[in-house]
């Protein structure tokens, strides 16, 4: 089977290293993929969103299977675009339809879903620039911090929480006001701050049925002990210590259960991943968000652990026969730290050349910000490297990544010391 794997990051390259494997595929493109996926697959320089060039690829190559890897295409419809076009029906599209991924498209949209279907969550209201007073006067009733949260996507950008409510009334003014986040803060949801501990959930559903990926807990902050600016993730463990049996069948029952039961009485297609952020609190699950998609870098982690062929997966996801299959996962614990452009999240330079990566030894590298440059793999992105390693405890495994990082090297590199040490 020929295969198009969708995106440019780390979670597409662990993506494309997990089906170069399978026995399924016979030829794989990663589009726009980096200097990591051209190891595994073909590069073909174009945009996800460009649906007509994705088309044009997909006719000329015969590709039966389309993974799309970030959110963007599946808020813009990719998989409605492949049903309502006779020339591309054929093809399995793993990914929810447009209306679906308004899930992650829409904070809003999520928050009255849940609502609907008793997903525990945190009290919130919605607001846009009309009733703005309104927002101060919600904000007024919380105890601190304030959480805001852009409704439309923000690149990771649009969630602030704020301890202080004349700051949080400033904040809001500028989103809904002054746009601040373009038109996906042309509404904001502000909600309760819950206070516990995060993990990520990770589902494939077909629809109908769904299996229920590894666990992952992954570290947002740039600074050690989390402190400083939010990124796309600096690091992330699996499986998660304090998500033991007895908290996961609470977040199946409360959670990953009423989900896909709302989706199929919304009548939502959705053949895909459901990335399910959570908090405890106490000992119970609270849903922060959804993401349509696997997040990154709890792909780099995740994916490695599972050891089912990931081809056949999706094509008993197309074809909605998953609970046919049975999940094989490793026993094993993984631990992933990312490397970083010096400046991160901020400003950074690119192009900075990397040497070392030859002598990597017992651990994987996945490639997030990379391109190719007279054939030396130089930087491209603020996240640049994300190392995977095994082991039978987080210790070993984070000890692995942290010795391959060791022979790494590119100008202003920068990664977390302490990744998973608040799990030990």
Not at 245 to 267: C, D, N, S, W, Y
């Amino acid at each position: 089977m020929h295969i198009l794997i969708l995106g440019s990051g780390g979670r597409e390259h662990a993506l494309a290293w997990k089906i170069s494997h399978s026995q399924y595929c016979t030829k794989l493109f990663v589009a726009p993929g980096n200097a990591g996926t051209v190891q595994v697959a073909t590069n073909i320089a174009l945009q996800p969103t460009d649906f007509t060039a994705v088309k044009q690829l997909v006719m000329q190559e015969n590709i039966q299977m389309v993974v799309v890897g970030p959110e963007d295409p599946l808020v813009a419809g990719i998989y409605d675009f492949f049903q309502q076009d006779e020339a591309l029906q054929h093809v399995m599209v793993i990914g929810p339809s447009k209306e679906a991924a308004q899930l992650e498209g829409s904070k809003d949209f999520a928050k009255a879903f849940m609502a609907k279907y008793q997903i525990p969550t945190a009290k919130y209201q919605t607001f846009t620039a009309e009733n703005l007073n309104k927002g101060f006067e919600f904000l007024e009733s919380l105890t601190p911090p304030y959480v805001l949260k852009a409704d439309g996507l923000a690149a990771g950008k649009g969630v602030l929480i704020l301890s202080d409510l004349e700051d949080a009334k400033k904040e809001l003014q500028q989103m809904l006001v002054d746009a601040k986040f373009g038109k996906a803060s042309s509404k904001v949801v502000i909600e309760e701050f819950l206070s516990g501990i995060e993990m990520s959930c990770f589902v494939l559903t077909d629809g109908k049925s769904y299996q229920i990926l590894p666990s992952a807990k992954d570290y947002k902050r740039i600074g050690e002990q989390d402190t400083g600016l939010n990124t796309g993730g600096m690091g992330a463990v699996s499986p998660v210590p304090f998500a033991d049996a007895a908290f996961m069948q609470k977040v199946e029952e409360r959670i990953v259960q009423p989900t896909i039961f709302g989706l199929q009485q919304e009548h939502m297609v959705y053949k895909g991943f459901v990335f399910i952020g959570l908090i405890k609190v106490g000992n119970d699950p609270y849903v922060i968000e959804y993401n349509v998609r696997m997040g990154d870098p709890e792909t780099e982690v995740v994916i490695p652990r599972v050891e089912s062929d990931l081809v056949e997966l999706f094509e008993k996801v197309h074809h909605q026969q998953l609970n046919e299959v049975s999940l094989q996962v490793s026993e094993k614990t993984a631990v992933t730290i990312m490397v970083v452009s010096g400046g991160y999240p901020e400003a950074y330079e690119k192009n900075k050349t990397i040497t070392g990566l030859d002598t990597v030894e017992n651990s994987l590298v996945f490639h997030a910000g990379t391109a190719l440059k007279n054939n030396q793999v130089v930087t491209n992105g603020g996240r640049v490297l994300a190392f995977t390693s095994f082991g039978n405890s987080i210790e070993e495994a984070k000890n692995q990544s942290y010795q391959n990082i060791a022979k790494v090297h590119f100008d202003n590199m920068y990664y977390r010391k302490d990744i998973g040490l608040d799990l030990m």
